[in-house]
């Protein structure tokens, strides 16, 4: 197992960028994709970006394509979420994953370690 813990969660009006980290320790990190997915309120958990164990590939949500750009440092076991341009839907707990032996990277069911949420608020 993995434990993973994220940060740069935080308070940001509509329009400003913020950047959260996730730092993963325990299992190796460099051969497993890396996951971010969000949480709203009376929401269900959803994919927001995802990035391949080399870093060379790299996947979006729709709702966040060209504002959102994930990026991992395997020599220092973390991934990345810079968000520009954010909007107040935005709005959620944000969670990193590392994906599991099943299922894809868009879906929930292919990760098996998950952080404890970052929140991000974006004021309209």
């Known amino acids: 197992q993995v434990q993973l813990v994220e940060s740069g969660g935080g308070l940001v009006q509509a329009g400003g960028s913020l950047r959260l980290s996730c730092a993963a320790s325990?299992?190796?990190?460099?051969?497993?994709?890396m996951g971010w997915f969000r949480q709203a309120p009376g929401k269900e958990r959803e994919f927001v970006a995802a990035?391949?164990?080399?870093?060379?590939?790299?996947y979006y949500a729709d709702s966040v394509k060209g504002r959102f750009t994930i990026s991992r440092d395997n020599a220092s076991k973390s991934v990345y979420l810079q968000m520009n341009s954010l909007k107040p839907e935005d709005t959620a707990v944000y969670y990193c994953?590392?994906?599991?032996?099943?299922?894809?990277?868009?879906?929930?069911?292919?990760?098996?370690?998950w952080g404890q949420g970052a929140q991000v608020t974006v004021s309209s």
């Open positions: 994953a590392q994906q599991g032996l099943g299922g894809g990277v868009r879906v929930t069911r292919g990760y098996d370690s």
């Open positions: 325990g299992r190796t990190f460099s051969s497993y994709a």
């Open positions: 990035i391949s164990w080399s870093g060379g590939g790299t």
